[in-house]
């Protein structure tokens, strides 16, 4: 019903940026919260952002000052542009969204299929 397609991973040096986009599609009534996590060989899947529907973002640590969520409403689509980018910020990458779709029931959680991002020392 709902499909989430993530595009702009890559390889890039440390130092470097990327910008991540995720296009929502399908029978949508509503997207309330959306975010980007990421998941490094060996390690469990972590939130990397969060923004809300009314645009509140929350990051980790990790990657606060460096990393930023932002959202458009009108294309249903989130976007990460990460700046100053670490080999440990190397992983794949997905984005999810709550969506209220269009039979207009209780929420559900989507995930897109991921897109690798991988930072070269």
């Known amino acids: 019903q709902v499909q989430l397609v993530e595009s702009g991973g890559g390889l890039v040096q440390a130092g470097g940026s990327l910008r991540l986009s995720c296009a929502a599609s399908?029978?949508?009534?509503?997207?309330?919260?959306m975010g980007w996590y990421r998941q490094a060989p060996g390690k469990q899947r972590e939130l990397v952002a969060h923004?809300?529907?009314?645009?509140?973002?929350v990051y980790p640590v990790s990657v606060k000052g460096r990393f930023t969520i932002s959202r458009d409403n009108a294309k249903n689509t989130v976007y990460l542009q990460m700046n100053s980018l670490k080999p440990e910020d190397t992983a794949v990458y997905y984005c999810?969204?709550?969506?209220?779709?269009?039979?207009?029931?209780?929420?559900?959680?989507?995930w897109g299929q991921g897109t690798q991002v991988t930072v070269s020392s």
């Open positions: 923004i809300t529907s009314t645009g509140s973002t």
């Open positions: 399908g029978s949508i009534f509503s997207i309330n919260a």
């Open positions: 999810a969204a709550t969506v209220v779709t269009g039979d207009r029931l209780a929420p559900n959680n989507y």
